[in-house]
């Protein structure tokens, strides 16, 4: 066990202790405030350390599950980020989890723990609408692979989180449930389409998220809010359960994905939803490195800090320079380098997207029930997906395009272990601007690694003048999430990483 992690839970357990002892003494006062010391050890506490705290039962899995749906009960009236709570099976689960300690059976690295599930990966028995009106009553009879996964490893899941229609946006905005806040500022978005997960883990409602990425959607909202994420390599974790899915030809650019305020939670995550499930058929039994093995010394990095296409804010632009400075200082080799046709990325993944001009997708969507769109969802086909191509030749262009793409940047890898740059050019943006023209330029930035599969890691590393969370990525070869790991565990370690929202 690391030093941090002796520290949060002894704070957790002498909070605890303390809580009991001002009771016995009969100072309510002395027990309220050691009661609520206890619970802020708790909810800010890593997923890591509050597994250890449970194995070795300093903390009960009873009191960590509490302490989160009390956190939860304060913050989600302004969030609105948990959209719909799993309260009294989390009790049920967490009493379980207790009763399997005091016999020593432990489940998994995650017994014990609660987590939170984005609204586009299916959960038994709790309903799962993907954002769209069409499925607001859908109850799922099976768990996603990743959420049974999650639950084999322990974990107890307190929730769904919002996001954006078909998760179609860089906004959690839908006509179920209404906008997502971000915790940092509430006339902010906190990004999309992971945005209710990326709200509710920066405010300690959850210590770990489930999330997806097609185009940005776990890293922008990570860097919206403060957070680590890691989009794993295309074909590394099964899509099995996640809605809308499949998606034939597109299939390579949605990853599930991973958030949480630590990037040692995301390793430990990881290897536990990884691997082929024999369901979905792009997955392989590739080896997952160990972070910790990774000896930054020797490793080759280029960094940029303009694409090319939407220049950056001051800020970001710093940030970057700051963390290239960061990794030479730790023994890197790195480069001032772009990547090749890095100004074109976004253009390359629109014209992929926009074969039929979003006909197909009106099509899906009447089929299953949703006979209103929102207007989020909406300005996302008129600007992500349309016009259509004129003819089907054009359209299959669009994908050797892609092809091409895709092999200079291989080439251009061939020298360097990983890539730093902006997630995104700007800070969390005001609720309804991500597709203003300036704005949609700035996609690019992550959604070339998804044209590409490569691994990407976000990490805070930043604060912008007006108190919003900055963040830059990571990208590795394919195949070596640890070697994005080990580099964003660096800069977390040498910035602070995530920052309780003052507000919150």
């Not at 092999?407 to 995104?424: G, I, W």
Request: aromatic content about 6%; proline content about 6%.
């Amino acid at each position: 066990m690391n030093n941090n992690m002796g520290r949060r839970d002894f704070l957790a357990t002498a909070a605890l202790v303390g809580a009991v002892a001002a009771a016995a003494r009969g100072s309510l006062v002395d027990a309220a405030a050691a009661a609520s010391e206890a619970g802020d050890s708790i909810i800010s506490a890593s997923a890591g350390e509050l597994a250890e705290a449970i194995r070795s039962r300093r903390l009960s899995s009873k009191a960590v599950v509490e302490a989160h749906l009390d956190r939860i009960a304060k913050v989600n009236p302004k969030l609105n980020a948990i959209v719909q709570l799993t309260a009294e099976a989390a009790r049920s689960e967490a009493d379980e989890a207790d009763a399997a300690v005091a016999r020593g059976q432990i489940k998994g690295p995650l017994h014990g723990v609660p987590v939170t599930i984005k609204d586009t990966l299916e959960t038994a028995g709790v309903i799962c609408t993907g954002g769209t009106k069409g499925r607001a009553n859908f109850v799922p009879k099976a768990d996603a692979t990743v959420v049974a996964r999650l639950r084999n490893a322990g974990a107890i899941v307190l929730g769904k989180t919002n996001v954006p229609e078909l998760a179609g946006a860089l906004e959690s905005d839908n006509l179920i449930y209404g906008r997502t806040n971000n915790p940092y500022d509430l006339t902010r978005t906190p990004g999309g389409s992971s945005g209710g997960e990326s709200a509710i883990v920066a405010a300690c409602g959850s210590p770990l998220g489930l999330g997806t990425d097609a185009g940005g959607s776990i890293r922008v909202p990570a860097h919206f809010c403060g957070l680590a994420a890691i989009k794993p390599t295309s074909g590394r974790v099964p899509r099995t359960g996640q809605f809308p899915m499949p998606l034939g030809a597109r299939n390579p650019v949605f990853h599930v994905s991973l958030i949480a305020r630590k990037v040692s939670d995301l390793a430990l995550a990881l290897p536990i939803i990884s691997g082929p499930d024999f369901r979905d058929s792009t997955i392989v039994a590739m080896p997952l490195g160990d972070p910790n093995a990774v000896v930054l010394t020797g490793l080759k990095l280029a960094f940029f800090e303009d694409d090319g296409a939407a220049t950056p804010t001051n800020e970001i632009a710093a940030a970057v320079r700051d963390c290239a400075k960061a990794f030479t200082e730790a023994g890197v080799k790195v480069e001032e380098k772009r990547t090749p046709d890095s100004e074109k990325a976004a253009t390359v993944y629109h014209d992929m997207s926009r074969g039929d001009g979003g006909a197909g997708t009106r099509a899906f969507l009447k089929s299953i029930g949703t006979d209103e769109i929102s207007p989020l969802f909406e300005r996302a086909l008129a600007n992500s997906v349309a016009p259509a191509m004129a003819n089907p030749t054009e359209a299959l262009a669009a994908f050797v395009r892609w092809n091409l793409f895709n092999n200079a940047m291989l080439r251009f890898m061939e020298n360097y272990d990983a890539v730093l740059s902006p997630v995104a050019p700007y800070a969390a943006l005001p609720h309804g601007t991500s597709f203003d023209e300036q704005n949609r330029k700035g996609f690019g930035y992550a959604q070339m690694y998804n044209l590409t599969g490569w691994p990407a890691a976000t990490v805070r590393v930043g604060t912008s003048p007006d108190g919003l969370p900055l963040g830059v990525q990571v990208a590795a070869r394919p195949w070596r999430e640890d070697v994005a790991l080990a580099l964003a565990a660096h800069l977390e370690k040498t910035f602070g990483g995530w920052k309780m929202p003052p507000a919150m």
